[in-house]
């Protein structure tokens, strides 16, 4: 019986089918440090970043491998294991072999239309049971994720053994990995969520506020996000009002919700207002 090629609608729904399927113990970062998912492992802070495209070919593979040299005299942070992903039947056995001499595993995915066709064509071979059986041994992706200890993983996985880790966000960013001109939860967004989560509980934002969040209020002015507000040093919603819990609902709450671990101060906040005027 010939293999069929697993089917999916997109990029996206390849790699939103992978993350339903990841083992417990690493959790998945879409459009994280460049890539389409960067997978950590929870128990070491492991990182796999994991490059999908529909088909192996040689654009994902210098994805999946760019930053492994700087060409400036040191490497740069990335992450510990590199892959490429792609649906089953989607990777021929050349370019399967580039990615070896590359050290870029390639993860195979069978999508539900794959899996309910061979689960069919079983049944009517060799009968109920058996297609039971084989359905539930088959893993969903292969190979497997490299695991702690052993060496058997080493032989598919090559450890690249960066200098330093891709930075992780503190929280999962609810963006769709694999998707057209993504929308990142980059450090300076979450820093921009604090900003707006002030502004939408207080009514207004400081200098104080932007110092303890570590963000520009320059670029804020300039795009008209906020403007001046009758007090001195603080600021109101611009007529352009930047709008982030549209865009990140998820991320946004998670933070809101933390306001009391990162908010800034009430006594140096009165004291600000109290010497407005020396700082300006």
Known sequence: ???????????AALCAAFIAR???GWTAYPETAGFDILLVRDVDGAQIGVEAKMTLNAKVLLQAVDGIYSGRGGERCGPDFRAALVPSGAAGVELKTVASYLGVAVIVMTSEAEREAEEKAFAEKYGLP???AHSNDKPWFAPELPEIGGYIW???WADHCPAERCKVPAYVPDVVAGASGPSQLSEWKIKAIKICIILERRGFVT???????????KRWLDMRWISHSEERGSY???RSALNLRVAHPVNFGQIEADFDKWKPGEVEL??????MPALL
């Open 236 to 238: 109101i919603a611009g």
């Open 154 to 156: 080493r032989e598919i």
């Open 130 to 132: 058996y297609r039971r």
């Open 1 to 11: 019986m010939a293999k069929a090629r697993a089917v999916f609608e997109s990029e």
């Open 22 to 24: 990841l083992p417990e």
């Open 270 to 275: 009165k004291a600000e207002l109290k010497a």
């Open 207 to 217: 200098i104080a506020d932007f110092k303890k969040i570590g963000i520009d209020r």
